[in-house]
């Protein structure tokens, strides 16, 4: 027996099949300048006759934002284009916040403002719309093979959590199952999924996605994108890495002094970023003591006219020290399947180079990756972190799904997990940015 419009079963609650679902086609609309406009996916797209929530509120009346005149709305600091797509839209609430059933968890590698996004869901799904059953899956996707291990979070249970580095909930690097990860969801009564983390967690959350709309289920999937490098597709940046280039400004001050302090002094630090350099970069502009930075996007040699071995003598010889930063993945193809670090591949080639033209030098290497990644979230981080988690919550209620959130020139959006996760984000080295990094550093191009 089908519900009536404006109310919920108890098996749509829990995000039991419900019925035949329609074939969802892409809605792309093209704009002028060659700007393309994609709709983001909608549990209306797949599941036919999707009811609405019996009090029929919209999500400008969960702001508090539903009675007011429009031209108060929009002489706020509030964007006015938004509110008046939403208003005309009617944005309603699809989810009895009673009904609800979410579960958070967080995958991939530590990033400070894990436990301010966790806290931010919890209490916003609590205050603004009811929500009493929130879970944290523990361990990252593994956790679901063992969800007895769950653990039930409150307002309560989370309040002081954003004081602290890592995440509450632990982490896990392990590929998702995602079958069994869709039929344990099914099972525990959850229809909103919150997942965390960096570029390999969403690939995995759009994989269960696909699962859940395949499997016709009432089950809203939310990508909450966040990690130090920075190497995510579309959005602006991710939550953590402004909290992370502050953080490495420790690191390098420590290698500027132990290298004034030395003959010849080099202090080499390595910083975070596989396949982009974003933070070494930034932390680089922050800080102004550094004289070389070496990124994967920008390709060097040691040796000859124009190597990083020759700028470095010309350094120590005009200041007497330098400092180096050097990202995780840099110098690919030169370091060698024996070293898993090229930090310390560098340092060793450094110091074999000074040491066969015999002139004195006094290097330290710094690798500061594992406390950067464990610190709690700094201000600016923890404020962006609230607006993302809102974000995430109002589009899962308004029954979006396979959706991720973050800013996009600078207005916060809801992105298609799918547009997010096909390509990853790296440094432009035709951009300002770069450029201006060159003139801070005045190092030259090492064009290979």
């Excluded at 996605?209 to 994108?225: A, D, T």
Aim: charged share 20%; proline share 3%; glycine share 12%.
């Amino acid at each position: 027996m089908s519900a009536e419009r404006g109310s919920t079963t108890d098996d749509e609650a829990r995000g039991v099949g419900m019925g035949r679902c329609m074939k969802r086609e892409a809605m792309i609309n093209t704009g002028e300048d060659g700007y393309l406009l994609e709709d983001v996916p909608h549990l209306s797209h797949y599941i036919p006759h999707l009811p609405r929530a019996s009090q029929g509120a919209s999500i400008l009346d969960v702001l508090g934002l539903g009675k007011r005149p429009f031209s108060d709305i929009v002489t706020d600091n509030i964007l006015s284009k938004i509110f008046t797509w939403m208003r005309q839209m009617h944005v309603q609430v699809y989810f009895e916040g009673g009904k609800v059933g979410a579960c958070i968890v967080t995958c991939g590698s530590l990033c400070p403002g894990i436990n301010t996004v966790i806290r931010e869901l919890v209490c916003g799904l609590h205050h603004m719309y009811g929500v009493a059953k929130v879970i944290g899956i523990q361990g990252g996707y593994k956790g679901f093979q063992c969800l007895g291990t769950a653990v039930t979070l409150t307002p309560q249970k989370v309040n002081d959590i954003h004081k602290c580095g890592g995440s509450i909930l632990g982490t896990g690097h392990d590929a998702a199952d995602t079958v069994a990860i869709v039929d344990c969801i099914q099972q525990h009564g959850i229809n909103q999924l919150y997942v965390i983390g960096g570029l390999g967690t969403m690939r995995d959350a759009a994989s269960i996605y696909e699962e859940i709309e395949k499997q016709c289920l009432n089950v809203s999937v939310v990508g909450i994108p966040g990690t130090i490098d920075n190497d995510i597709g579309v959005i602006d940046k991710s939550f953590g890495f402004d909290s992370a280039i502050q953080e490495a400004q420790k690191a390098i001050r420590a290698a500027h002094v132990e290298a004034e302090s030395g003959e010849n002094g080099v202090g080499l630090v390595k910083l975070m970023g596989r396949n982009s350099g974003f933070i070494a970069m930034y932390a680089t502009l922050a800080s102004r003591d550094v004289d070389c930075c070496l990124i994967p996007e920008s390709l060097f040699y040691l040796e000859g006219k124009g190597g990083l071995f020759e700028f470095m003598e010309q350094r120590l010889r005009q200041d007497g020290h330098m400092v180096m930063v050097v990202a995780e993945g840099a110098g690919q193809g030169l370091v060698p399947a024996s070293f898993s670090d090229v930090g310390i591949w560098l340092n060793d080639k450094i110091k074999e180079h000074f040491a066969k033209k015999k002139i004195v030098l006094n290097l330290k290497y710094i690798d500061p990756t594992y406390m950067i990644g464990a610190i709690p979230s700094n201000a600016a981080d923890n404020v962006y972190c609230t607006l993302l988690a809102h974000s995430a919550i109002h589009g899962a209620m308004a029954g979006y799904t396979g959706f991720a959130v973050g800013p996009v020139n600078g207005k916060h959006a809801h992105i298609p997990i799918h547009t997010l996760i096909e390509k990853q984000r790296q440094v432009c080295l035709a951009d300002r940015m770069w450029a201006r990094l060159l003139s801070s550093t005045n190092q030259p191009s090492f064009r290979v």
